[in-house]
């Protein structure tokens, strides 16, 4: 061992104590005769201290070392005359009798501090020095908590951890695959997993009755901001269960993570609202419940009052913003100009202003009068002194404009705190989504997802408004506005199964080449069971209070799919191509 | 819930209480107007009895049930009145009120019992059916109890499991990588990891000085029986420390698993041996310490007696078999022909039996005298009633086909108690080895390992003979004739590793293209630190007493590197192919 103690272990009561340590040079400062080393671990920050009068020789020694040189100290411990109360270290410091150079370090191309110098490219190139500073090391413990509770909860809960292959069959439905070709099967490729959905099923079918796995998925999909096309999932599958065994099971490990790890005790059932719901209040099937502001639909009660705008729309709906009656007109101005940005998508935006002495102010005042915006006003149960912001066209789009509104005014107005927490199961998502350019259905998580009971004979109906209104036995857990986790209760039955395949369009020719193995499974005696999966990169992300998961990850790779620091991917030699019988056809490109 | 208990829970206890139980068919069988079922899921098996006389319709129902169908039954517990004592729920059975059958099943193609009537080859057709069988189900639920476990020592002990990328970049160096080629960057690919060298090494650099990972690594080698394109290592690495704290550190790890895993305290420290003594006295740098036997060099003492083949030897050696000189002529012969085979490579075998009486018979009696067969039998300490078996040739070679004989003559007298266990730490290996045919030397583990402090005078010398005595601070964890684990403490000194590139035959530019940014890295201050991998499938298997690894994988491939189960790896469809711009020069095989 090179230290005796860590950099973030040494106390007050140590006073007296001879010591080893060894870090990295955080800074060195000389003041009034003295050389002092702030030396940087793991754990922490220790003071070091030479007094040049004391040991000239040493103290020059001390003066020689620069920046993130790693060093092993000898000294003894002595509480310090000024003491610094941000750090538990900061009651003593190490007076030393020696300093080792363990190895020198070039002056790093940003500061290791908790607010680098550095921009995000460089630090990418250097994330090994990156990852020195702190945020990322309290992310990245972070990371390694939530994943042990995660498995001391489901092991305690009889669940087993059971690795599934990397290296598998590339499947032609969903996202792209990566594909890995084999040399020792000429023109034969594996695929990386997607997730381990068909690997968890079959364990199922072999008796495994509680699985689980933090496992790595790969997605070759065009990567939007914040996305990797390697993430980790918390992938976890039941057999013998209804819904209702799955969401307490899993709402169960929510809290266990939540306590634990943060140390947050979540009281009663977390929030249930059916996907209907969320998209008429929240205009989003992941809605943010930490604060209200929630849609109401104004169609009927605005409708034929001679403003063609809204006679002509299918749906009128608005969110009440509370106190923000202040806003200027120029205030407003700009959020109907941010509401017809292209990814909000609205046309205009009607406001109704309930000022203060119970008047109202409105961009439509010339169609409706006092006692008409009172109306509206009271189906909004809007207060004197609120805003209300009015969004018209087609009833989900419009839904989903007033949802991304409301985000925004929830910004705005400060009411997303990061350090409050607001679980919710969203339930009852449609089963199926028809495609009007293919004209068939497509199912709207994945073919093995069954319906939910009650609607089995809708299912088995040959009306196309009948099978619209199917519900998924599904559910996704959403926190903060954010989705974390999906999953559902999987068809078990060979009849449903079968139509679940007629429905989709599939013969059973397609369905036996696409599904085969699973479907021939399925005929050994499968039980009934249902799974989840969660998005552990976010879910870190979301308990450390940060939006994006870049930081929680310990080497990502940017929104090109590139990992900087390694430079790759990178072109192989020919050699290797020869081997895997391949030949590349990509377009030149000068360097 | 289908159920309110498990399969394997209900004992004498329970006898009267309503109960739901769920699971699959093992078997059926009528007998004096009753039937009995025994229903199995993960927990156990429990007797199921439906009385005819009382319930005909139900006892017809029963009646129906095949093999693996998946049901649902209610019924009342009951003492038996002939109990099993062989399985925990032999004292009860449910009387049964109602059955439900879950899912039906046609008959599997094999038996799922613990000694199963299908061949290799259907199993891993149908790997989901043979997963239902006990043997292993105990070999995943003992994975998953190791791996628990590792992670409990792990994460007692301050490390830190940090998930590294699966998409990284091809090394030229070592076995063959698999690439991924990537579609967003045409022309180019991802590599996936043979292992997380690299990365623990510059998460050592960036400061997390105790890393761990379970984590999957991809080697595109020729399989040999028993070897994986995938698999998994416990992966470990720690900074500040010398190669003492690492052993210490796993030895704790290993003692810990054999505590908490199979209930075993295994006392004091574990033996170590050198790399030279493990070959000089078991002929293998993985000795199976679990007997004695150990190889005599008998070069000096046979030597000069004007037998032709011993006097030109460059090295003579032997064992001594206790007990075995009832061998008669016929079994040694057969013994003097396997050792002949190619798998061990011996010219010929001496044999020297010692006689009951202290009397001496050995197939080369014409040159040696009795005196001289007892000088032998009194080096080897060889006992009346003891076979000697003698082997001699080029040093190396021999003492190999030696520890082969040792490990044949140990299975063939039962010295190899599967249940038996002995870990032993090897060290000392030589850092360099020679390759006559490119004339240069190659790192023995790789590139990064540190030569012993004590041989760096020999490291800096310009004589091949003193670079080939450089000792490695390296060491295996040797587990019943098996390696399990094995590491090194790494180079951190900036003037070692540039003489271990120079040793090797790198230019300072192809040291900078094969290993730049991680030599890039180490110039921003890296601490002195080393680590170790454990090869977790075989550590599971050992601890399960089995030789082989496919049970204790859930879904392994087979010696082709297919998977039987999915078809994998297969054909790509032609956009898949364009997308990715590549086309395919493998061959057309007629399917």
Chains 1, 2 share one sequence.
Request: charged share 25%; aromatic share 10%; proline share 5%.
């Amino acid at each position: 061992m090179y230290r005796s103690h860590t950099c973030g272990e040494l106390r007050l009561a140590d006073a007296g104590r001879e010591v080893t340590l060894a870090g990295w040079v955080q800074r060195t400062r000389k003041m009034g005769g003295m050389t002092f080393i702030d030396l940087r671990d793991r754990y922490g920050i220790t003071q070091l201290v030479v007094d040049e009068s004391a040991s000239p020789a040493l103290n020059e020694e001390a003066g020689k070392l620069g920046r993130e040189y790693v060093v092993q100290v000898k000294g003894q411990v002595a509480e310090r005359s000024s003491k610094n109360n941000r750090i538990p270290t900061g009651e003593i410091e190490v007076q030393l009798h020696s300093i080792q150079v363990l190895n020198a370090s070039v002056v790093p191309p940003f500061t290791i501090e908790d607010d680098s110098d550095g921009g995000e490219e460089i630090r990418s190139r250097f994330r090994y020095l990156d990852l020195r500073r702190n945020p990322l090391k309290k992310a990245l413990e972070l990371r390694h908590k939530m994943a042990h509770e995660v498995r001391n909860y489901l092991d305690a809960q009889h669940f087993m951890e059971i690795e599934t292959p990397y290296l598998i069959k590339s499947t032609p439905e969903g996202a792209r695959d990566f594909v890995v070709p084999s040399r020792m099967n000429p023109g034969q490729f594996y695929a990386l997993p997607q997730s381990p959905q068909t690997f968890k099923q079959l364990l199922m079918v072999a008796g495994y009755d509680r699985y689980f796995q933090i496992v790595r998925c790969f997605r070759d999909e065009d990567l939007r901001a914040d996305r990797q096309p390697e993430f980790t999932q918390i992938d976890c599958e039941m057999s013998f269960v209804e819904r209702e065994d799955i969401l307490n099971t899993f709402e169960g490990m929510c809290k266990a993570l939540f306590k634990n790890v943060l140390g947050r005790e979540l009281e009663g059932q977390f929030p249930r609202i059916s996907y209907a719901d969320a998209m008429n209040y929240y205009g989003s099937d992941k809605p943010d419940i930490r604060f209200g502001m929630k849609i109401s639909e104004l169609t009927d009660l605005v409708k034929g009052h001679g403003f063609g705008v809204f006679d002509d729309a299918p749906y009128i709906g608005g969110i009440c913003v509370s106190g923000a009656a202040e806003y200027t007109r120029k205030q407003v101005d700009e959020l109907t100009e941010w509401v017809k940005r292209p990814q909000v998508g609205a046309k205009g935006m009607v406001y109704v202003r309930c000022n203060a002495d119970g008047s109202f102010k409105s961009s439509v005042d010339k169609f409706y009068g006092p006692e008409q915006l009172a109306a509206i006003a009271t189906a909004m149960q809007a207060q004197p002194g609120d805003l209300i912001l009015i969004l018209c066209g087609p009833r989900k789009k419009t839904q989903e404009a007033l949802g991304t509104l409301r985000i925004e005014m929830g910004n705005r107005l400060g009411l997303r705190n990061p350090e409050e927490y607001a679980p919710l199961w969203v339930c009852d998502f449609p089963l199926l989504e028809w495609d009007d350019e293919t004209q068939r259905f497509y199912a709207m998580h994945h073919p093995f997802t069954a319906p939910k009971p009650e609607d089995m004979d809708k299912f088995f109906s040959d009306k196309k408004e009948d099978l619209e209104q199917v519900c998924a036995n599904a559910y996704d857990f959403v926190l903060n506005g954010t989705e974390v986790g999906g999953g559902s209760i999987r068809i078990h039955d060979a009849q449903v199964q079968k139509r679940m395949f007629e429905v989709l369009g599939f013969s059973e020719a397609d369905a036996e080449e696409r599904f085969g193995f699973i479907i021939n499974a399925f005929r050994y005696g499968a039980p009934p069971h249902g799974g989840i999966a969660f998005g552990f990169d976010r879910f870190c992300a979301l308990f450390g209070g940060q939006e994006t998961i870049r930081d929680y990850i310990a080497f990502p790779k940017n929104n090109q799919g590139r990992d900087v620091m390694l430079d790759a991917p990178a072109g192989i030699d020919q050699v290797q191509m020869d081997e895997l019988f391949l030949e590349s056809k990509a377009p030149v490109v000068e360097q």
